[in-house]
């Protein structure tokens, strides 16, 4: 895969939003797009505004080298969950567990993670990391692409999430 800009790991809600609002090309054209197996084998489709449903076949891009397919091991993921509260895994998918895997793995590395969930932004604050989190909306504004995302997608959700980790006493 050649090299480009970033190398970002995105979790299952940013590759739907992405496919939902047609910026997906442009996402994986700009950036090193790095995904879990699991994300793989767990998206299938996404609906459109109108509901219709459109299949997403993430194998085709990761056998033409569009995409990168990264895994963790179960012991990685163990002692990666032993660091934290057990409560905070009730909010955490399979596919962003292995995703803050990878980027705790070694901070050193030059990943970012993009994701629409709150939870992945806690952990990234209360690490005080934030700066490895980046909004959908932030890499495609970098790409030129200034299609309406769900707010979950946005930079404002990313820096209030990252902000509350620093507080939140459960993880």
């Known amino acids: ?32 797009i790095l995904i879990s197996q699991a994300i793989v084998d767990e998206i299938y489709y996404y609906k459109d505004d ?12 990761v056998s033409a080298n569009k995409i990168k397919v990264v895994d963790v091991t179960y012991s990685e993921t163990i002692e990666f969950k032993n660091k934290y509260n057990p409560v905070y895994f009730e909010k955490l998918d399979s596919g962003e567990l292995s995703l ?34 980046i909004s959908l909306e932030e890499l495609l504004q970098k790409a030129g692409f200034t299609k309406p995302l769900k707010q979950q997608f946005k930079k404002q959700f990313r820096e209030n999430y990252s902000q509350q980790g620093l507080s939140d006493s459960f993880l």
Request: hydrophobic share 40%.
């Open 1 to 32: 895969m050649p090299s480009k800009s970033i190398l970002v790991l995105c979790d299952t809600g940013v590759i739907i939003e992405a496919f939902r609002t047609s910026s997906w090309d442009i996402l994986i054209e700009k950036y090193d």
């Open 50 to 61: 109108a509901g219709n449903k459109h299949d997403i076949v993430l194998s085709g891009y």
């Open 100 to 133: 803050l895997c990878v980027l705790f793995k070694d901070l050193s590395q030059e990943f970012l993670i993009c994701s629409g969930d709150a939870i992945v932004y806690k952990v990234l604050g209360k690490q005080r990391c934030s700066e490895k989190g």
